[in-house]
């Protein structure tokens, strides 16, 4: 990403520093396989970010997020109007994209979008881009709608990963799970306590899961409730898998890779003797401050779960490092950043995690292994192959009504969320995250 100093002076026009950001964070994320959340918070970028008023770092946010969204068909359209194709220097396409982003899908003056565009072409040292700038971003007023609409929602996912969702879930669920991922989703809470309470307290609505979903904009510390560590954040469907160990009070429970600890908070809540487990000492710094915050306890170890040596627990649970091909609405970037080729790596951390787990457990203990990835390699397939070389080890069948969504139940008994699940009138309001899940128990 280009260093840069992206705070506004009095010469510069109004929400240039904004769209400047927001067209280096393209840069950076589409070219250089920078995670989306890595640039808005850490290092140079972040404190960049952290620079620009609120208004211009809503306004950046909504960019980059929208135009990863859609860089598919975006890029389509901004082809009609490439008569020679894409220029070498990838800075254009970055301020392309994040021009037809705004001109086609978001609440933008289309004057303001063409004109503050070609201003971050004309940063460039080769001239001749603002007026190409110019020329493809007015073609795109008069004429990008219609192209947008032609267009299947598929052409916003790599190829790859649609092949993979097509044979695996069929043409209908692909395309289901395409029009979701083009809707920002809203935020999930887990409460403590009382969800209704909750729900009334933030103007939200409590879903099957006992989660608290609101759409209300904002700097989540700010939302009522925070300080006093009344909840945490968690989507609806990351919630399920440490609600299926059951009754877990006073018992002892293992939550390997842990951190940021969404799971472990649920685990502590529950009254377990919970033992958080990950290799990230510093993303454990991140769940040891949301334990504080929400005044609940837990021993926090910084190890590797593939070898790390304790027990035996009455539960484990093992939420799996993975593609996370299933948190797209969330992280866009992953659209983009993912490659066939990180499967078959992380596919194999994640066995040797599974083989590990097995041996923590007490007879008649319970493990459940999940991951937010909607391969599977990640999931179905990796429990078939652990019960081929475990004999000791057997599924316990989840039931529809500890899922929230009878539709996320498998034959098996697994748990398999789909982007389009927990629907609601209201699109906004409607989805969660793709997640995998299975019980087992260690035979007595």
């Known amino acids: 990403m280009a260093k840069r100093q992206h705070k506004a002076n009095k010469e510069e026009a109004p929400g240039l520093t904004a769209r400047r950001f927001a067209a280096d964070a393209l840069l950076a994320i589409l070219h250089t396989r920078r995670a989306l959340e890595d640039v808005f918070e850490h290092g140079e970028t972040g404190a960049q970010f952290r620079a620009l008023d609120e208004r211009d770092r809503a306004l950046s946010r909504m960019i980059v997020a929208?135009?990863?969204?859609?860089?598919?068909?975006?890029?389509?359209?901004?082809e009609n109007f490439l008569q020679e194709g894409w220029p070498e220097d990838v800075r254009v396409h970055a301020i392309l994209l994040s021009g037809a982003a705004q001109i086609l899908l978001l609440e933008v003056a289309n004057h303001a979008a063409v004109d503050l565009s070609v201003d971050l072409a004309n940063e460039i040292r080769n001239k001749r881009f603002a007026g190409l700038v110019n020329a493809v971003l007015r073609k795109t007023v008069s004429e990008g709608r219609a192209i947008l609409d032609s267009l299947p929602p598929e052409t916003d996912t790599a190829e790859w990963m649609r092949a993979r969702w097509r044979e695996t879930y069929g043409e209908e669920t692909l395309r289901a799970i395409c029009l979701a991922h083009r809707i920002e989703p809203a935020l999930d809470?887990?409460?403590?306590?009382?969800?209704?309470?909750?729900?009334?307290?933030?103007?939200?609505?409590?879903?099957?899961?006992?989660?608290?979903?609101?759409?209300?904009?904002?700097?989540?510390?700010?939302?009522?409730?925070?300080?006093?560590?009344?909840?945490?954040?968690?989507?609806?469907?990351?919630?399920?898998?440490?609600?299926?160990?059951?009754?877990?009070?006073?018992?002892?429970?293992?939550?390997l890779c842990a951190a940021p600890g969404g799971k472990t908070l649920q685990l502590a809540n529950a009254g377990a003797h919970v033992v958080a487990v990950d290799r990230s000492a510093s993303r454990l710094k991140r769940l040891q401050q949301n334990?504080?915050?929400?005044?609940?306890?837990?021993?926090?170890?910084a190890a590797d779960a593939a070898i790390w040596e304790a027990g035996p627990f009455d539960a484990v649970l093992l939420d799996a490092p993975c593609s996370a091909t299933g948190t797209i609405r969330r992280h866009p970037d992953i659209l983009w950043?993912?490659?066939?080729?990180?499967?078959?790596?992380?596919?194999?951390?994640?066995?040797?995690?599974?083989?590990?787990?097995?041996?923590?457990?007490?007879?008649?203990?319970?493990?459940?292994?999940?991951?937010?990835?909607?391969?599977?390699?990640?999931?179905?397939?990796?429990?078939?192959?652990?019960?081929?070389?475990?004999?000791?080890?057997?599924?316990?069948?989840?039931?529809?009504?500890?899922?929230?969504?009878?539709?996320?139940v498998t034959a098996l008994g697994e748990l398999r969320t789909l982007p389009f699940h927990f629907p609601h009138g209201d699109p906004r309001l409607a989805g969660c995250d793709g997640f995998f899940a299975s019980r087992l128990r260690r035979k007595s």
């Open 189 to 255: 809470i887990t409460p403590k306590n009382d969800p209704s309470a909750l729900a009334a307290k933030l103007e939200g609505i409590v879903l099957p899961t006992g989660s608290v979903r609101v759409t209300g904009k904002g700097a989540i510390m700010h939302l009522p409730g925070y300080d006093e560590g009344e909840w945490w954040v968690q989507d609806a469907a990351a919630s399920i898998p440490a609600r299926l160990l059951g009754d877990i009070k006073g018992k002892r429970v293992a939550d």
């Open 66 to 78: 929208t135009a990863l969204r859609r860089a598919g068909s975006l890029q389509a359209v901004l």
């Open 337 to 408: 950043q993912k490659q066939p080729e990180d499967l078959a790596q992380v596919s194999k951390l994640q066995t040797r995690l599974l083989d590990n787990a097995a041996k923590l457990l007490k007879p008649g203990g319970v493990l459940v292994y999940s991951t937010c990835s909607l391969e599977p390699e990640e999931g179905e397939l990796q429990i078939d192959a652990l019960l081929s070389r475990n004999e000791t080890l057997e599924r316990v069948a989840i039931r529809p009504e500890e899922a929230g969504d009878s539709h996320a």
């Open 291 to 301: 334990l504080d915050r929400t005044k609940l306890k837990a021993e926090v170890i």
